[in-house]
Nanobody, 121 residues
């Protein structure tokens, strides 16, 4: 029943913008901190933005001032507005709780399919 579905990625030129969206199901969304993570080829997954159940936000230094995370608890969605995109932002972007969801028995981390963001001219 747990599912995280990311959408909105694509190919964009440097300096462009994208808005990513994530639909969550099977979790108690409204009480969870949510985050956007990304993983570039050859690099580990990193948390780039998070938003608490109370609406407080935090950003990695690499995206601060360019990305904005938001949530809509009534719709169980979280979004990431990405502006002034740079080639180094190229990665697969994932949404998840912070810390990441653990499901099953024994419990393991759950990740959706992610959405590809490519910044290139």
């Amino acid at each position: 029943q747990v599912q995280l579905v990311e959408s909105g990625g694509g190919l964009v030129q440097p300096g462009g913008s994208l808005r990513l969206s994530c639909a969550a199901s099977g979790i108690i969304f409204s009480i969870k901190s949510m985050g956007w993570y990304r993983q570039a080829p050859g690099k580990q997954r990193e948390l780039v933005a998070r938003i608490t159940s109370g609406g407080n936000t935090n950003y990695a230094d690499s995206v601060k001032g360019r990305f904005t995370i938001s949530r809509d608890d009534a719709k169980n969605t979280v979004a990431l507005q990405m502006n002034s995109l740079k080639p180094e932002d190229t990665a697969v972007y994932y949404c998840n709780t912070d810390p990441p969801l653990r499901v099953g028995s024994p419990r393991y981390e759950y990740w959706g399919q992610g959405t590809q963001v490519t910044v290139s001219s």
